[in-house]
């Protein structure tokens, strides 16, 4: 993720950098990929630090421009990385947006990949609508997405106890997770406000592993949910849309 990003030096430069492109000659030679990368890297680590490092790049498809990818950002510059864009491009004709499209594709991961060993596995009727939840027991927003699928059936949820925010949520998540019923007492808690017990001294939650997890799919926030066919949805959502989401996957 870019931190302290200059939006008011970048955000002028996205007109000229439209513009310019519009007008390069259809007949000139694009540049190769890597070729950008080495342009473009150094450039972003003068404006944003030396420790900043350009993980792909790619033909953007649109004003003949290439997408800088850092993290889960996305840049786009030109093939001499003379300018930079800060922002989303907006196919008018398609009705789409580019950037969007992009950032959610690199978003997504490989769902069989998850340790389901470190979650809390919930299962409510056939279990077959399956997704995944990271979660911190101390955030207001994933106490209300508790409640606001509480009454969702036939579907098994994998809940990762993410303690992120600080606080007493690493001793509720080994409250938890030590827990006889660990199901019951996350909804306990979450939903009931009962607060779990203090667990044995000789039970030990994977805390360390979860952060570790949450830090390797960049989860910067909780609610994080991710479907089975690994995509991403970040925040709490209304449980209507999680259905409709489960439901497409399902198809």
Known sequence: MIKHSPARFLAPLALS???AAAFLPAA??????GEVKKAVEPVLQQLFGPTIKVDAVRKAGALGLYEVQVGGEILYTDE???YLIQGDILDVKAKKNITE???NKLATIKFSD?????AVKTVRGNGKRVFATFEDPNCGYCKKLAKDIGGMTDITMYTFLLPILGGDSPDKVKG???AQDKVKAWNDWMVNAMAPAAPAAACNAPIDKLVA???KLSVRGTPTIFLSDGSRIPGAVPAARLEQ???QVGK
Do not use: F
């Open 245 to 247: 989401a489960l439901n």
């Open 28 to 33: 000139r030679a694009a540049a190769d990929e």
């Open 80 to 82: 001499k990385a003379s």
């Open 213 to 215: 997890l949450g830090q």
């Open 114 to 118: 998850l340790p389901l060993d470190l």
């Open 17 to 19: 950098v439209a513009l």
């Open 176 to 178: 938890i997770w030590c």
């Open 101 to 103: 499209e992009r950032k």
